[in-house]
């Protein structure tokens, strides 16, 4: 049992853990810890593993990846999708203005979200972004309003709750029923003849987006099986179907998980697709860590190593603010230690920050060869690590940098103290 994750464009070279062709430790003295470092090559061959998938050997395309960017939204990093071609899936209008001043283009921008408000629906409607996914009818309601406002129709999605178990952490499963997310499967039908009377909003497509981290196909071939059953049956009652929107949700690997490849898993779907005579629809992807996990890692410089009676602690400069995962889902990342120092004694640690919580974990009962000073890596935190941190305990957020060969660019300077307070102000004496 591996208790690493199987990494690309990371690896150890002369007893020392790089990002492509430079050194982490080069990183670290360079633009100090915490820092989010991405390699360019691994974001790269993640998104062409789809698109290997995505387009036919006559060059045709029978699918579109669209990034779902809640996962990691530096601007560096859309960029290099927005480049390949990548679409994206967007929750708010902050990730739309994130696409927008990245390249992206709105007409590869889908809308998903159960709590869109007024104000992104004008912002996306006059973007113009490809499809709204709408999650009730009191949303698709308000959305033809908007639209009928501005004078504008807006295309329109809806999101199917398949009820079926992705086999995830409960957490990050939305596809099972008593489940916030999505229209129940019985009521998909009523729903699209709802939206057919409005006149501001016009039906393209369906979607569904049952979970993360799922590390099997059954769950999505159940979830694709029932969709294409409500298209059929759709389109027996006149209302027609153009696109299929099958979500995201591809795990990855942290430690022992096998989840399917991309290409395979890709092609799975759209072969099945294809096999069931549903060949004409265009075709949506929506992941997210599948694509960014493992391309990022948190560097991170021990502080000090402080013996307990029942444990050792390791505490570092990062912390729950800057990886919020361990602390929210008990997830698990591996830790290595930059450097192989083979002179010092294996202990087992508990990985922690400096932050006044319990819950301040990173990674527990860890052996380490480390001594003050040096770093560790904190593994596949490319997805859901610098976007879900906060300023807890008035922490400016890590730097992010990006690899690329022999080049490190900083993508994102860490954030200033004065600046975390920069918009409060005291009562007027
Ligand atoms: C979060 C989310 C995704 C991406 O999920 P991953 O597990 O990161 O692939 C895709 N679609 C929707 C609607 C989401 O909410």
């Given at each position: 049992?591996?208790?690493?994750?199987?990494?690309?464009?990371?690896?150890?070279?002369?007893?020392?853990?790089?990002?492509?062709?430079?050194?982490?430790?080069?990183?670290?003295?360079?633009?100090?810890?915490p820092?989010?470092?991405?390699?360019?090559?691994?974001?790269?061959?993640?998104?062409?593993?789809?698109?290997?998938?995505?387009?036919?050997?006559?060059?045709?395309?029978?699918?579109?990846?669209?990034?779902?960017?809640?996962?990691?939204?530096?601007?560096?990093?859309?960029?290099?999708?927005?480049?390949?071609?990548?679409?994206?899936?967007?929750?708010?209008?902050?990730?739309?203005?994130?696409?927008?001043?990245?390249?992206?283009?709105?007409?590869?921008?889908?809308?998903?979200?159960?709590?869109?408000?007024?104000?992104?629906?004008?912002?996306?409607?006059?973007?113009?972004?490809?499809?709204?996914?709408?999650?009730?009818?009191?949303?698709?309601?308000?959305?033809?309003?908007?639209?009928?406002?501005?004078?504008?129709?807006?295309?329109?999605?809806?999101?199917?709750?398949?009820?079926?178990?992705?086999?995830?952490?409960?957490?990050?499963?939305?596809?099972?029923?008593?489940?916030?997310?999505?229209?129940?499967?019985?009521?998909?039908?009523?729903?699209?003849?709802?939206?057919?009377?409005?006149?501001?909003?016009?039906?393209?497509?369906?979607?569904?987006?049952?979970?993360?981290?799922?590390?099997?196909?059954?769950?999505?071939?159940?979830?694709?099986?029932?969709?294409?059953?409500?298209?059929?049956?759709?389109?027996?009652?006149?209302?027609?179907?153009?696109?299929?929107?099958?979500?995201?949700?591809?795990?990855?690997?942290?430690?022992?998980?096998?989840?399917?490849?991309?290409?395979?898993?890709?092609?799975?779907?759209?072969?099945?697709?294809?096999?069931?005579?549903?060949?004409?629809?265009?075709?949506?992807?929506?992941?997210?860590?599948?694509?960014?996990?493992?391309?990022?890692?948190l560097?991170?410089?021990?502080?000090?190593?402080?013996?307990?009676?029942?444990?050792?602690?390791?505490?570092?400069?990062a912390a729950m603010n800057d990886l919020?995962?361990?602390?929210?889902?008990?997830?698990?990342?591996?830790?290595?230690?930059?450097?192989?120092?083979?002179?010092?004694?294996?202990?087992?640690?508990?990985?922690?920050g400096?932050?006044?919580?319990?819950?301040?974990?990173?990674?527990?009962?860890?052996?380490?060869?480390?001594?003050?000073?040096?770093?560790?890596?904190?593994?596949?935190?490319?997805?859901?690590g610098?976007?879900?941190s906060?300023?807890?305990?008035?922490?400016?957020r890590a730097?992010?940098?990006?690899?690329?060969?022999?080049?490190?660019?900083?993508?994102?300077?860490?954030?200033?103290?004065?600046?975390?307070?920069?918009?409060?102000?005291?009562?007027?004496?």
């Amino acid at each position: 049992m591996s208790l690493f994750p199987k990494l690309n464009g990371f690896f150890i070279r002369h007893d020392l853990w790089h990002a492509e062709e430079v050194s982490l430790a080069t990183i670290a003295e360079q633009f100090g810890t915490p820092t989010y470092v991405y390699s360019k090559k691994a974001l790269t061959d993640a998104f062409n593993a789809y698109e290997t998938a995505c387009i036919r050997t006559d060059g045709s395309r029978r699918a579109r990846v669209h990034y779902a960017m809640k996962a990691n939204s530096n601007l560096a990093i859309l960029n290099v999708f927005a480049k390949l071609g990548s679409g994206f899936d967007i929750v708010s209008a902050g990730e739309l203005a994130r696409v927008l001043a990245a390249g992206g283009s709105a007409d590869k921008i889908v809308f998903s979200g159960v709590g869109k408000s007024k104000v992104e629906m004008i912002a996306a409607l006059q973007a113009g972004v490809k499809c709204f996914n709408l999650e009730s009818i009191p949303e698709l309601t308000r959305l033809n309003e908007v639209a009928g406002s501005l004078g504008i129709k807006a295309r329109i999605s809806i999101r199917v709750n398949p009820d079926v178990d992705p086999k995830t952490h409960p957490y990050i499963s939305t596809g099972l029923k008593g489940n916030k997310f999505g229209i129940a499967y019985d009521d998909v039908i009523a729903t699209y003849q709802a939206a057919s009377t409005m006149p501001f909003c016009e039906i393209v497509g369906i979607d569904c987006h049952i979970g993360s981290q799922i590390t099997e196909i059954s769950p999505y071939m159940d979830a694709l099986d029932r969709v294409l059953h409500l298209i059929s049956t759709l389109d027996a009652a006149g209302i027609k179907i153009r696109h299929l929107d099958i979500g995201g949700g591809l795990g990855i690997s942290y430690t022992n998980e096998t989840p399917p490849a991309i290409t395979e898993f890709a092609n799975t779907l759209l072969d099945h697709i294809e096999e069931k005579g549903f060949g004409h629809l265009e075709v949506l992807f929506e992941p997210g860590r599948s694509l960014v996990g493992n391309a990022g890692l948190l560097l991170t410089t021990i502080e000090y190593l402080k013996p307990g009676e029942t444990k050792n602690f390791c505490i570092v400069d990062a912390a729950m603010n800057d990886l919020m995962r361990p602390a929210m889902y008990e997830a698990y990342h591996a830790i290595v230690a930059v450097k192989n120092k083979s002179s010092v004694p294996e202990v087992m640690y508990d990985i922690v920050g400096p932050i006044c919580e319990s819950g301040d974990w990173l990674g527990r009962d860890r052996s380490l060869k480390v001594e003050p000073g040096e770093h560790l890596a904190i593994l596949s935190a490319g997805a859901y690590g610098f976007t879900m941190s906060s300023n807890y305990n008035t922490r400016g957020r890590a730097a992010e940098v990006m690899v690329d060969g022999s080049k490190v660019h900083l993508i994102r300077e860490r954030e200033t103290i004065q600046s975390l307070f920069a918009n409060e102000k005291v009562l007027p004496a």
